[in-house]
C-alpha cells in the first residue's frame, strides 16, 4: 500500500539525459558521413572541331596516344604503362615533350586515341598524366 | 552591511540552449547529406590525383554513364538520339554550356566516343570527365 502511495506522488518527470545522448550519437553520425563523401574534381577537355586556330608562328608539336583494349599506352608507337598503375614513366615522357615544346615556342598538342574497347578508368589515367605534364592542348582524336 | 550570497542550488549547468544547438546541428548535417546524394546516378567514377575540384560548376549539364553502358541525363536514361536535342535545347539557353560526364570506369571507350560524337555533332565541344580526387 504504502508502495503504491510513493509511485502516485512522484511527479512525472521527462528524462532529458537518454534524449540528448541519442541526438549526440546521430550528430556524430551524420557529420562523419558528412565528410566520408568523396569530391568530384573535374579533368577538362575540347573537342577538336571548336579549337580556335590562331595563326601560329610555330607549327605545333602533335603527339598522339594510342591505348589499346588490354591497357596498354602507345605513345608515337613507344610502349608505357607496362605497371598497371605507374605512370611514372608516361609523365616523364610528357613533360620532356612538353619541354621541348616550351623551348622552341610551340605549343604541345595531344590527340588520344582509345581502342573502342579500352576501359574509361584507363583513359582517366592517360588523361590524369596530361594533367601533371600540364598539358594545356589535349583532345580525342577520331581516325587512326 | 549584508551581502546577498548567490544561491548555491542554482550551480547546475543549464541543459536547454545546449540541446537546442545540438538540434540545430543534427538537422544541418542531416539535410545536407541528403543533398549532397540528389540528382546523381549511383556511378564508380575513376580516381586521379591531378583533376582539380571546381569553384564554379554553374552552367554545367551533367551526363552519367553507368557500367552498362547507359547513358542518363541527370537521373533519366536516355538513348543518344533522344539525348541529342536535349543538349541542342541546353544549348540554346547557355551557349556557354559545359557537358560534365560522370562516366563508370568499367565503361568502354566505344560508349564515351558515341557520346563525345553527339556532342560534337549539335555543337556541344567543351567537356569534363568527372574523376575522384585521389
Known sequence: MKLIEEMMNKKAELEIAPLIDVVFLLLIY???????????????FMLPARVETTEPLQLPIEVLIEVSEDGVIL??????????????????????????ADSSGSD????????????????????????????????????? | MKIKSPARDDVSIDMGPMIDLVFLLLIFFMVASVVTELEKVEVEIPQSSHAK????????????IDSENQVYYGTLPVTMEELKPM????????????????ADYRVEYKTCKDLMIAC??????DLIYATFEE
Open chain 2, 53 to 64: 575540384v571546381p569553384e564554379d560548376t554553374k552552367g554545367r549539364m551533367m551526363l552519367s
Open chain 1, 75 to 100: 605513345v608515337e608507337g613507344m610502349m608505357f604503362g607496362k605497371d598497371e598503375d605507374n605512370l611514372d614513366d608516361l609523365i616523364g615522357q610528357l613533360l620532356s615533350l612538353k619541354e621541348a
Open chain 2, 87 to 102: 543538349i541542342e535545347a541546353e544549348l540554346n539557353l547557355n551557349p556557354e554550356l559545359r557537358i560534365l560526364i560522370r
Open chain 1, 108 to 144: 604541345l598538342i595531344v590527340n588520344i586515341l582509345p581502342d573502342d574497347k579500352a576501359l574509361h578508368g584507363r583513359i582517366i589515367k592517360v588523361m590524369d598524366a596530361c594533367a601533371a605534364a600540364n598539358v594545356k592542348n589535349m583532345s580525342f582524336s577520331m581516325t587512326m
Open chain 1, 30 to 44: 551524420f557529420m562523419v558521413t558528412a565528410s566520408l563523401v568523396k569530391k568530384e574534381a573535374d579533368l577538362s
Open chain 2, 120 to 125: 560534337g555533332s549539335v555543337g556541344a565541344t
